[in-house]
């Protein structure tokens, strides 16, 4: 089974992370790193990501329980900031595809944060 491990070389995200791989930073603290997705679904197109690196929601246990609240918790923030137009009228979509048959393809936990405007390009 994959282990929850600090960082690993061939993880796309972990070298996002390290800045060894450039990105388009939205946010970042000493836990948490949000960046652009490179292939926007829609007008707003954010991955929410642990600097750790745990490779789906499929390994989170109680021990991440503050982590994944503290990124769940700047959700709406950067919603906003970011262009997404308020609740209910507008809002927003949370996604966090997890293994082969949810579609995950990047094996580092990813929350996709989409909106803005519609119409968009999928979903
Ligand atoms: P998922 O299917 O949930 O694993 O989504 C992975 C997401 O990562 C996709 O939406 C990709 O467009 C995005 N992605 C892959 N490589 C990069 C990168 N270098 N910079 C930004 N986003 C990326
Ligand atoms: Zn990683």
């Not at 109680?62 to 709406?76: I, K, N, Q, S, T």
């Not at 009228?89 to 082969?100: K, S, W």
């Amino acid at each position: 089974m994959t282990q929850v491990q600090q960082s690993q070389p061939n993880c796309i995200f972990c070298r996002i992370v390290a800045g060894q791989i450039p990105s388009k930073k939205a946010y970042e603290d000493e836990h948490i790193y949000v960046f652009h997705d490179i292939h926007p679904w829609a007008p707003v197109h954010l991955l929410l990501i642990p600097k750790l690196h745990i490779p789906s929601m499929a390994q989170v246990g109680p021990e991440h329980a503050g982590l994944l609240g503290r990124m769940m918790a700047l959700v709406p923030g950067l919603a906003e900031q970011h262009g997404c137009r308020p609740y209910p009228e507008g809002g927003f979509r949370l996604v966090c595809n997890t293994g082969a048959d949810g579609g995950q393809e990047v094996h580092h936990l990813h929350m996709h944060l989409i909106g803005g405007p519609r119409p968009w390009l999928k979903g």
